[in-house]
């Protein structure tokens, strides 16, 4: 089976969204990644639209933009049968994650959310807990629900260059004397792309 994974990125969710949050909507300048399965390799495309249908369980799209202070963000989507998962990675200026904002989703109209920071080597969550979909307000464990998928967690890179699909995106700046290191550099190849991003 197959699904195109933007689309449940788009699901609207009647919440603030947080400063780091899946719920957030990209810039129209984020690029668009994917991968149809774990046996196929990253590519880039120059729209959401033209994302190929994923492999359930094993496809994964991304989508990856810098901000106005030059740190970045990458928002992922991994379709599943029983489950969505949704995460949004914010980087610092240096390339080092700072924050994590992440989603469960299931088709029975439950999710389950974390939200939190890096503490050392180790995500730190400030938020855990189950979560209506129709009106992304927090509620008690569904009935008969597990270990999963309330135990998954995300899964973390610690940098810009750990992401899997880093090898598409601009090389890392050489250290300038008297200068911070910046995680990137501009790409005069690199297209602005036009195309949906995760929704408010």
């Known amino acids: 089976m197959a699904f195109c994974a933007l689309f449940l990125g788009m699901a609207s969710i009647g919440m603030a969204a947080p400063s780091c ?5 990209a810039p129209k300048t984020a690029r668009n990644f994917a991968r149809s399965s774990e046996q196929d390799t990253w590519h880039e495309y120059k729209s959401g639209e033209e994302i190929p249908d994923l492999n359930l369980d094993s496809g994964m799209s991304a989508q990856f933009w810098q901000e106005r202070n030059k740190s970045g963000s990458a928002y992922t989507v991994q379709p599943g049968q ?17 924050n994590v904002d992440f989603e469960v989703r299931t088709p029975l109209g439950w999710g389950r959310r974390m939200e ?29 629900v597990g270990e999963a998928p309330a135990a998954l967690k995300p899964t973390i890179y610690m940098k ?30 690199a297209v602005p792309i036009e ?6």
């Open 21 to 25: 949050s899946v719920r957030e909507k």
């Open 82 to 98: 029983d489950f969505t998962i949704l995460t949004r990675y914010c980087f610092d200026g240096g390339g080092a994650l700072e």
């Open 116 to 144: 939190g920071s890096i503490s050392g080597e180790d995500f730190s969550p400030r938020t855990a807990e189950f979560f209506d979909l129709k009106n992304g307000k927090a509620m008690p464990q569904p009935r008969g």
């Open 160 to 189: 810009i260059t750990d992401l899997p699909f880093a090898s598409l995106l601009p090389v890392a700046a050489k250290p300038q004397k008297g200068k911070k290191k910046s995680a990137l550099v501009n790409s005069a190849s």
């Open 195 to 200: 195309g949906p991003g995760p929704a408010n």
